[in-house]
T-cell receptor, first 116, second 109 residues
Framework: GAGVSQSPRYKVAKRGQDVALRCDPI?????LFWYQQALGQGPEFLTY????????KSGLPSDRFFAERPEGSVSTLKIQRTQQEDSAVYLC??????????????FGPGTRLTVL | GQNIDQPTEMTATEGAIVQINCTYQ??????LFWYQQHAGEAPTFLSY????GLEEKGRFSSFLSRSKGYSYLLLKELQMKDSASYLC??????????FGKGTMLLVSP
C-alpha cells in the first residue's frame, strides 16, 4: 500500500476485555514503532521493532501490553484486561532505516481505543 | 531522560507569520524533528535539524541551536489549512523519538 495502515480505526471495549490492534507498515520498512497518544498530548513511545526483533519495549506501561511482529512486516499490539486509563489513540509508524540512522518515521492514522 | 517544552496553544491570522518554539534538555542529542498533526489524523513529517542553523522548505522553516537546546518552526503566509497541532520531537543517541506535547495552532480569517 501507499502508506501505513492500521485497523480497526475505532475500537470500543468493556473494561477487562482483551483487544488486538493491527499495523501494516510500508512494504520493506525495517523499523516499526508503536506510540500511545492521549487526548491533547504528544505521542508517547511504547515499543520498537527492527524487522522481527523487538529491540526496545521500555515504553510499555504494564505487562498487560504485548506487541509482536513475527515475520518482520505486520505488527499486532495486544492489550489484555483493558482498563479505562488505556483509552487513547494508538499510533503505528514505520521507517525504512534502522533506528540508529536518520530515521524519518511515517505514521498510520491510528486506532482510537475507548474502554468503558 | 528527556524534557521537551513547547507552548500549548497559539493563534494567528491568515497571511501572517507565526513562530512555534521548542526547548529541550537531553543527553546525546542526535536530531530534532517537527511533525504536523491535524485532528484525528496521523502526524506528518515537516522538517529535520541535526546541525545548527535554519532549514527552509517552502512556507515552512525550522531553526536549531544545539548549545541553547532550542528550536523553532516558522510558518509564513499562513493558510486556514495550517490549523493543526505541531509536534517537536527529539532523538537522543540511537534511541527512538521523544515527542513534546504539541502546540495547537489556530489560524483565523
Amino acid at each position: 500500500g501507499a502508506g501505513v495502515s492500521q485497523s480497526p480505526r475505532y475500537k470500543v471495549a468493556k473494561r477487562g476485555q482483551d483487544v488486538a490492534l493491527r499495523c501494516d507498515p510500508i512494504s520493506g520498512h525495517v523499523s516499526l514503532f508503536w506510540y500511545q497518544q492521549a487526548l491533547g498530548q504528544g505521542p508517547e513511545f511504547l515499543t520498537y521493532f527492527q524487522n522481527e526483533a523487538q529491540l526496545d519495549k521500555s515504553g510499555l506501561p504494564s505487562d498487560r501490553f504485548f506487541a509482536e511482529r513475527p515475520e518482520g512486516s505486520v505488527s499486532t499490539l495486544k492489550i489484555q484486561r483493558t482498563q479505562q486509563e488505556d483509552s487513547a489513540v494508538y499510533l503505528c509508524a514505520s521507517s525504512p532505516e534502522s533506528v540508529g540512522s536518520y530515521n524519518e518515521q511515517f505514521f498510520g492514522p491510528g486506532t482510537r481505543l475507548t474502554v468503558l | 531522560g528527556q524534557n521537551i517544552d513547547q507552548p500549548t496553544e497559539m493563534t494567528a491570522t491568515e497571511g501572517a507569520i507565526v513562530q512555534i518554539n521548542c526547548t529541550y534538555q537531553t543527553s546525546g542529542f542526535n536530531g530534532l524533528f517537527w511533525y504536523q498533526q491535524h485532528a484525528g489524523e496521523a502526524p506528518t513529517f515537516l522538517s529535520y535539524n541535526v546541525l545548527d542553523g535554519l532549514e527552509e522548505k517552502g512556507r515552512f522553516s525550522s531553526f536549531l541551536s544545539r548549545s541553547k537546546g532550542y528550536s523553532y518552526l516558522l510558518l509564513k503566509e499562513l493558510q486556514m489549512k495550517d490549523s493543526a497541532s505541531y509536534l517537536c520531537a527529539v532523538k537522543a543517541g540511537y534511541s527512538t523519538l521523544t515527542f513534546g506535547k504539541g502546540t495547537m495552532l489556530l489560524v483565523s480569517p
